[in-house]
Nanobody, 123 residues
Framework: QVQLVESGGGLVQAGDSLRLSCVVS????????MGWFRQAPGKEREFVVA???????NYADAVKGRFTISRDNAKNTVYLQMNSLKPEDTAVYYC?????????????????WGQGTQVTVSS
């Protein structure tokens, strides 16, 4: 059984940084595409960033230059470093894994999801 568990969310002020973690069990991330999505109150879930197993990354324009995805294959963990946070980054952040394929922006192409972690950025 594949499980993804996010952590690291919290309440911060605008301009602060946070690092989210996603620990994966039941499947190695070495050959998996990993992604982060987010859902703000009253909005649909949206793509944030994806990292293909080849190393290629794909960022949403809204976070480009501020957020960085990384992975530690030895720990089977994916990270999302978020800098210069803005109030509009407030959302529940979800980690997702895709069995096959490249770093897609479409949530429908991901097979496994975590439960989410809340990030709140105050102005």
């Amino acid at each position: 059984q594949v499980q993804l568990v996010e952590s690291g969310g919290g309440l911060v002020q605008a301009g602060d940084s946070l690092r989210l973690s996603c620990v994966v069990s039941g499947r190695t991330i070495n050959y998996s595409t990993m992604g982060w999505f987010r859902q703000a109150p009253g909005k649909e879930r949206e793509f944030v960033v994806a990292s293909g197993w080849t190393g290629r990354t794909n960022y949403a324009d809204a976070v480009k230059g501020r957020f960085t995805i990384s992975r530690d294959n030895a720990k089977n963990t994916v990270y999302l470093q978020m800098n210069s946070l803005k109030p509009e980054d407030t959302a529940v952040y979800y980690c997702a894994a895709r069995r096959n394929g490249l770093a897609s922006q479409s949530e429908n192409e991901y097979d496994y999801w975590g439960q989410g972690t809340q990030v709140t950025v105050s102005s």
